[in-house]
T-cell receptor
Framework: GQQVMQIPQYQHVQEGEDFTTYCNSS?????IQWYKQRPGGHPVFLIQLVKSGEVKKQKRLTFQFGEAKKNSSLHITATQTTDVGTYFC?????????????FGKGTKLSVKP | DAGITQSPRYKITETGRQVTLMCHQTWSHSYMFWYRQDLGHGLRLIYYSAAADITDKGEVPDGYVVSRSKTENFPLTLESATRSQTSVYFC???????????FGQGTRLTVV
């Protein structure tokens, strides 16, 4: 079945530094979604990218979808302690009789004040 | 996300016992999912359902059973719990397969 590989697995940054996580697939993706999970919490939807080369911004967060629709990235500018958590990418998988959402393993971000 | 609720939030059970985790959503979403989350493995799909009475296996279905007699409910049953099923279980729902998924608060299950 389809897989999405996410790197790095962990990232430790000083507050104010930038952070980027990458999501890669060997197959073309129809869309990519990003989620954030705070420690002890549940995944919360952040954004969805659909178009080739799409770039979307949410305040200090910038999301990109590659031209070939095989990779995506999430970049956080000037991290804050509130950014702590695990960031997941997810893609639609057509395995099985219906579509379902397959998640990358996530990037755990810690921010040192 | 009060629209999707899981119960119980915490459960301790013994090896070999049957246990059912409940999931209820109020949005009338067609799709519902069960994931388990373990360190180093991220979120792995157990089962999912595209509509009432339609279910399909995910990545790790062995040892689990699901049913979807009503659109709003999607219970997950461990027929004979094993220690390897100790995990945090998340239920999620979405309107279509392409829509964002909304997650419940999770159930932390410990099998002793």
């Amino acid at each position: 079945g389809q897989q999405v590989m996410q790197i790095p697995q962990y990232q430790h940054v000083q507050e104010g530094e930038d952070f980027t996580t990458y999501c890669n697939s060997s197959t073309t993706l129809s869309n990519i979604q990003w989620y954030k999970q705070r420690p002890g919490g549940h995944p919360v939807f952040l954004i969805q990218l659909v178009k080739s080369g799409e770039v979307k911004k949410q305040k200090r967060l910038t999301f990109q979808f590659g031209e070939a629709k095989k990779n995506s990235s999430l970049h956080i500018t000037a991290t804050q302690t509130t950014d702590v958590g695990t960031y997941f990418c997810a893609a639609l998988n057509y395995g099985g009789s219906q579509g379902n959402l397959i998640f990358g393993k996530g990037t755990k971000l810690s921010v040192k004040p | 996300d009060a629209g999707i609720t899981q119960s119980p939030r915490y459960k301790i059970t013994e090896t070999g016992r049957q246990v059912t985790l409940m999931c209820h959503q109020t949005w009338s979403h067609s799709y519902m999912f069960w994931y388990r989350q373990d360190l180093g493995h991220g979120l792995r799909l157990i089962y999912y359902s595209a509509a009432a009475d339609i279910t399909d296996k995910g990545e790790v279905p062995d040892g689990y059973v699901v049913s979807r007699s009503k659109t709003e409910n999607f219970p997950l049953t461990l027929e004979s719990a094993t220690r390897s099923q100790t995990s945090v279980y998340f239920c999620a729902s979405s309107g279509t397969s392409r829509d964002p998924a909304f997650f419940g608060q999770g159930t932390r299950l410990t099998v002793v």
